[in-house]
């Protein structure tokens, strides 16, 4: 895990898990829901793209979590065609 120290808060930066996926989905929905006005993401479609596409959660995603816990961010990185570019 790695470990951010702001001004004003603690944030962990972790590869996604199962058990975020939820918490992810409402995190990309919110953006979507102010850019194109509605959610664009099921728990289910994420975790199908996930199981799916040419990536490693372990490797190609992360959340940001506050000190408490709560996830503000999501990020992930998916190979797409050749020829690939590993972050």
Do not use: Q
Not at 11 to 20: G, T
């Amino acid at each position: 895990m790695d470990t951010l120290i702001t001004t004003n808060a603690t944030l962990s930066l972790l590869p996604v898990r199962e058990p975020d996926y939820a918490e992810v989905v409402e995190v990309i929905n919110a953006s979507d829901r102010k850019f194109v006005g509605h959610n664009i993401v099921t728990v289910e479609e994420l975790a199908n793209d996930l199981k799916t596409f040419d990536a490693d959660p372990e490797k190609d995603t992360c959340v940001v979590r506050t000190a408490d816990g709560k996830i503000i961010a999501y990020a992930d990185f998916w190979p797409g065609v050749a020829p690939h570019v590993r972050m």
